[in-house]
Structures are given as structure tokens and as C-alpha cells.
């Protein structure tokens, strides 16, 4: 593996269904987010952790939650999938948490509809 | 409020040049950064600045006027494979990155 991969690549749920979408980083990076990404919006966060063992929410976390129990994973669910949470998902990773040079890298994205 | 504007959609021929604006109202500034973004990919970085200037990088240049809250991305001998769209992003007071919607750019031959 090299960087960031997501898992599924796209999933089709039904409406009060539990998901929980998969991240993965090999870079060592203490930070991790979670966004969505929906037409004619720009990227919002819903999560992120600053390090393995904290996380904070983010502009739109209501019908989310994450867990980070080491450095390498972030997996994002949602309890009782809604059809507004139909959106593109991406995770990405920084270096650091939070310092102002901190560049995030993106994982390919996971398209998920709920119907 | 927060709030980061750019133009939503551009078209610019091959070989031209294009720049595209973002201006930025955020609590607080510490840096911003420029994004690409191909249809059905993730962002990749471009470009960060964080001081007053021109940073150049190959055919891309970023620009920054803090006082202004004003930045903008010049591409120049544009590609077809320039075609895409193009994210502004702020880093406020709390170091979080706050983002614009991005701006599709159309490259016609």
C-alpha cells in the first residue's frame, strides 16, 4: 500500500441501514479526516482525529461517528444511513495536527448512495 | 461566517493562459492552499502559500494578498489535461481548512 486507500469504492445502502466506510494510511500520519464532497459544495468535514486515540467533529458530524484506535486506521459509520447522506466520501491524512504548512492527502473517495 | 468564493466554471483554450480568483473571509489566516481535482478523483495538492507573493511552481503560480483576502492560480500553456477543477482552501484561527467550492475548468482545443 502506498498512501491513503478507502474501501468500498461505492455502495448502494438502504435507508436505516448501518455502514461503516474503511480508511487506511501508510504515511505515519498522526491526523486523519473524514469529508463529504456534494455537488456544487465544497469539501466538509464531518471528523477528524489529531492523533490514534482522540477525535473531534467537524462542520456536519450529526449522523456520524469515528473511532481511531491506531495510527493507521479511521473507519467512519453511520448508524442509521439517511438519503441525505448520499454524497461522495473522502478520507485524507496530514503529517501533523492541524500546524499551518500541514498538506492533506486524499484517498480515492467512496461514492455512497442510500436509497 | 466563514465564507471562500470562487468562480464556479472557466473555459480557456490550449496553449492560453487562465487565473483563476478566490477571495476569503475566515476567522483568522494561516496559509492557503490551491487544489486540483479530476471528475471522479480525489484532490491532490498544488500549491501553499502563506506570506504576500507570487510562488511559482513549473506552469502553475499562486498568488497571495493577505490584506486583501485575495488569492489566485495561474495556469499557463494550458493542456487538455488541465481540465478540472481547481480548489481554494484556508487554514483559520484554529487551524482547520476551510474550503471553497472549487472552480470547473474546461479546456477547449
Known amino acids: 500500500i502506498a498512501g491513503i486507500t478507502q474501501a468500498p469504492t461505492s455502495q448502494i445502502l438502504a435507508a436505516g441501514r448501518r455502514m461503516t466506510l474503511r480508511c487506511t494510511q501508510d504515511m505515519r500520519h498522526n491526523a486523519m479526516y473524514w469529508y463529504r464532497q456534494d455537488l456544487g459544495l465544497g469539501l466538509r468535514l464531518i471528523h477528524y482525529?489529531?492523533?490514534?486515540?482522540?477525535?473531534g467533529k467537524g462542520e456536519v458530524p450529526d449522523g456520524y461517528s469515528v473511532s481511531r484506535a491506531n495510527t493507521d486506521d479511521f473507519p467512519l459509520t453511520l448508524a442509521s444511513a439517511v438519503p441525505s447522506q448520499t454524497s461522495v466520501y473522502f478520507c485524507a491524512s496530514s503529517a501533523d495536527s492541524g500546524g499551518p504548512t500541514d498538506t492533506q492527502y486524499f484517498g480515492p473517495g467512496t461514492r455512497l448512495t442510500v436509497l | 461566517g466563514q465564507n471562500i468564493d470562487q468562480p464556479t466554471e472557466m473555459t480557456a483554450t490550449e496553449g492560453a493562459i487562465v487565473q483563476i480568483n478566490c477571495t476569503y473571509q475566515t476567522s483568522g489566516f494561516n496559509g492557503l492552499f490551491w487544489y486540483q481535482q479530476h471528475a471522479g478523483e480525489a484532490p491532490t495538492f498544488l500549491s501553499y502559500n502563506v506570506l504576500d507573493g507570487l510562488e511559482e511552481k513549473g506552469r502553475f503560480s499562486s498568488f497571495l494578498s493577505r490584506s486583501k483576502g485575495y488569492s489566485y492560480l495561474l495556469l499557463k500553456e494550458l493542456q487538455m489535461k488541465d481540465s478540472a477543477s481547481y480548489l481554494c482552501a484556508v487554514t483559520d484561527s484554529n487551524y482547520q481548512l476551510i474550503w471553497g467550492a472549487g472552480t470547473k475548468l474546461i479546456i477547449k482545443p
Open positions: 482525529s489529531n492523533t490514534a486515540g482522540t477525535t
